[in-house]
């Protein structure tokens, strides 16, 4: 079945350092979605990339989807203390199915 | 407009009984998921309802079922449950079924297995 594969797994930064995250998936997508879930919170969509090369940018984020529509990464410039969560991908084949998600943590 | 509301919010049971969670979606949305969320294993996909009808469904042993009311109103249910079951169940509303919908998510029903 479809999966979807997102690393690293946890990640800690210094605030004010760089912050990727990386999604692949077995399959073509059609979009994928991209998810933030604070701690002691609930996921919340936070874009939406849909054509092929797709970036796309939310103040210090940046999405990219990749050519083949199979991986997608998120970015962000210069963390704050506010970024702190886990970020989940999302792609849909027949359901929407999530990524593991990569927890970020930052210490200031 | 209201949120997606999930009842109840904490949940303690005994292994072997049964346990019922309900959603209640935004307003207008006739998709209804369930995720099951574990620590380490992310957002694992339960299942999907549209217009009272499963569309699809996870990779869970029958003892999940769900099904979907007239008014999208959803309900989960595990039955003769395991120590294993214990996690934040999360429901998501959206719109309908394109892929193109976002999903809104509940706060979650916290169920602990002893």
């Known amino acids: 079945g479809q999966q979807v594969m997102q690393i690293p797994q946890y990640q800690h930064v210094q605030e004010g350092e760089d912050f990727t995250t990386y999604c692949n998936s077995s399959?073509?997508?059609?979009?994928i979605q991209w998810y933030k879930q604070r701690p002691g919170g609930h996921p919340v969509f936070l874009i939406q990339?849909?054509?092929?090369?797709e970036v796309k940018k939310q103040k210090r984020l940046t999405f990219q989807f990749g050519e083949a529509k199979k991986n997608s990464s998120l970015h962000i410039t210069a963390t704050q203390t506010t970024d702190v969560g886990t970020y989940f991908c999302?792609?849909?084949?027949?359901?929407?199915?999530f990524g593991k998600g990569t927890t970020l943590s930052v210490s200031s | 407009k209201a949120g997606v509301t999930q009842t109840p919010r904490y949940l303690i049971k005994t292994r072997g009984q049964q346990v019922t969670l309900s959603c209640s979606p935004i307003?207008?949305?006739?998709?209804v998921s369930w995720y099951q969320q574990t620590p380490g294993q992310g957002l694992q996909f339960l299942f999907e309802?549209?217009?009272?009808?499963?569309?699809n469904k996870g990779n869970f042993p029958g003892r999940f079922s769900g099904r979907q009311f007239s008014n999208s109103r959803s309900e989960m249910n595990v039955s003769t449950l395991e120590l294993g079951d214990s996690a934040l169940y999360l429901c998501?509303?959206?719109?309908?079924?394109?892929?193109?919908?976002?999903?809104?998510f509940g706060p979650g029903t916290r169920l602990t297995v002893t």
């Open positions: 307003s207008g949305h006739r998709s």
């Open positions: 399959t073509t997508l059609s979009n």
């Open positions: 999302a792609g849909r084949a027949a359901a929407l199915i």
């Open positions: 998501a509303s959206s719109l309908g079924r394109r892929s193109s919908y976002e999903q809104y």
């Open positions: 990339l849909v054509k092929s090369g």
């Open positions: 309802y549209f217009s009272e009808t499963q569309r």
